[in-house]
């Protein structure tokens, strides 16, 4: 079995830099492409900070930030992600685009290459024939934020090898993530249950049966969930929410994944949450205060 050295991350976004940053952390030579110059140094300045994060928080030495670093190559650059073990894709929800940059690295990888991807509500199987090795794909969903959250969901489709499989479950207890088994349907675990819960919060605010805070309130203080439903979406982003339900509705065809007419006009608006500093919280001014939605 192949031992995994090189990390290529495809993405260098608030997914992808997180998981290249886990990956240096844990001595892996780990190579970022983003797509154009600025989008590089975003990705590097975000694992610049978050490791100065640590450093402040005594879960880093300045000399693990320096090793760290040393790890990184970014480039904007395909070819580059050439010597990649494993490459984990973190781009946008969009299969075409995906499957045209797997379609791309398989010309160039590696046979023993595993592709990966962080996807959280398209399928493995949508991308496994376009990557040319359906063997050798398998999916890998973080959570965000990436350095923080424990939890990677290892998915395996139909044509998936047992052997693939087994060296991506490595890979992230190697992380120090704690890996659980997927199955390769829309969603996964996580996003499959979460999804509904997000959707069905919005439209009980747009039923009127309680507050943006209230609703907040009442899942924080009624079961114990650290942040409430309105201010996880925020956090997500709504854009994404809309996204992420959108391709969940069209795989299954089931309401509870129907993006409510709320969070459609949410997202034409340029309401995105945190990112776009407004949401269903207005995050321009601080604390925070509960936007104006002309309920």
């Known amino acids: 079995m192949t031992t995994i050295a090189t990390v290529g991350v495809l993405g260098g976004g608030l997914m992808g830099s997180g998981i ?11 190579i970022v492409r983003e797509v154009d110059d600025a989008s590089v140094q975003r990705a590097r300045t975000s694992i610049e900070k978050s490791l100065g994060k640590a450093i402040e928080k005594g879960k880093l030495t300045e000399q693990g930030r320096t090793e760290t670093m040393g790890r990184l190559t970014f480039t904007t650059k395909v070819a580059d992600l050439a010597p990649a073990d494993i490459v984990v894709e973190a781009i946008v929800e969009d299969l075409d685009l995906k499957n045209a940059i797997w379609k791309e690295l398989n010309a160039l990888c590696k046979p023993h290459t595993i592709f990966a991807s962080n996807t959280s509500s398209l ?3 949508a991308m496994a024939s376009a990557g040319g090795r359906g063997d050798r794909m398998v999916g890998l969903h973080f959570f965000n934020p990436v350095p923080v959250m424990k939890l990677v969901e290892v998915v395996k489709t139909v044509t998936t090898s047992d052997e693939t499989f087994k060296r991506a479950f490595d890979f992230a207890k190697a992380l120090k993530k704690e890996p659980i088994a997927a199955k390769d349907n829309s969603g996964f675990v996580v996003t499959l249950l979460l999804v509904p819960y997000l959707l069905d919060a919005i439209t009980a605010l747009e039923r009127g049966v309680a507050s943006v805070e209230d609703i907040d309130k009442g899942m924080m203080l009624g079961t114990g969930y650290p942040m409430g439903p309105f201010t996880l979406l925020d956090f997500v982003g709504l854009d994404t929410t809309y996204k992420i339900a959108e391709i969940m509705f069209d795989e299954y065809r089931e309401k509870r994944y129907a993006p409510p007419p709320l969070l459609k006009r949410m997202v034409l608006a340029g309401y995105y949450g945190k990112k776009s ?3 269903f919280y207005d995050y321009s001014v601080e604390p925070p205060v509960v936007s104006k939605l002309g309920l």
């Open 123 to 125: 399928t493995i199987a």
């Open 277 to 279: 500093k407004r949401g």
């Open 20 to 30: 290249a940053q886990v990956a240096a952390l844990n001595g892996f030579t780990t």
